[in-house]
C-alpha cells in the first residue's frame, strides 16, 4: 500500500469510516477487511483475529466513542494518558463499546494481555 509522505499506513478515509471496526483490547480503528487480512497490530499474537471473520466479530466493536490519530505513539502525553504508547501509529477509538467472550478474555490471560473493559 502506498501512501502519502507523512500518512500513516492505517489511516482510514472518511468514505470508510461506516466500514470500520476498534478492538476491544488495545482500541485500533481499522477497516474489518484489513482486521481479517492482517489481524490487530498490537494483539494478533493473543487474539488470532487474521483470516477469521467470526474472531474480528467477537473481539472488535462498531461501537465507539471519539478518535485519536497517533503519530508517534511512543512520545505522545496523550498516547501515555490513554495507555497506547506501547503500540504502533494509527488511529484509536477514545472508547470502545462492546464485551470480549471469556475465551478471547482467556486467551489474554494466558498470553499476559492486560485487558480493560
Do not use: H
Not at 503519530?71 to 502525553?77: H, L
Not at 501509529?89 to 475465551?103: F, H, M
Request: aromatic content about 6%.
Amino acid at each position: 500500500m502506498t501512501t502519502a509522505p507523512g500518512i500513516s499506513v492505517n489511516f482510514v478515509t472518511t468514505s470508510q469510516q461506516r466500514n470500520t471496526r476498534a478492538c476491544m483490547v488495545c482500541s485500533i480503528v481499522q477497516l474489518q477487511s484489513r482486521f481479517v487480512r492482517e489481524g490487530c497490530p498490537n494483539c494478533e499474537e493473543a487474539l488470532a483475529m487474521q483470516g477469521s471473520p467470526e474472531a474480528v466479530d467477537e473481539c472488535t466493536s462498531q461501537m465507539y466513542e471519539g478518535l485519536i490519530t497517533l503519530t508517534d505513539p511512543a512520545t505522545s502525553w496523550v498516547a501515555r494518558w490513554q495507555r497506547l504508547d506501547n503500540y504502533v501509529s494509527g488511529v484509536y477509538a477514545v472508547k470502545v463499546i462492546g464485551n470480549l467472550p471469556d475465551e478471547a478474555r482467556q486467551r489474554l490471560e494466558d498470553a499476559g494481555v492486560p485487558y480493560r473493559p
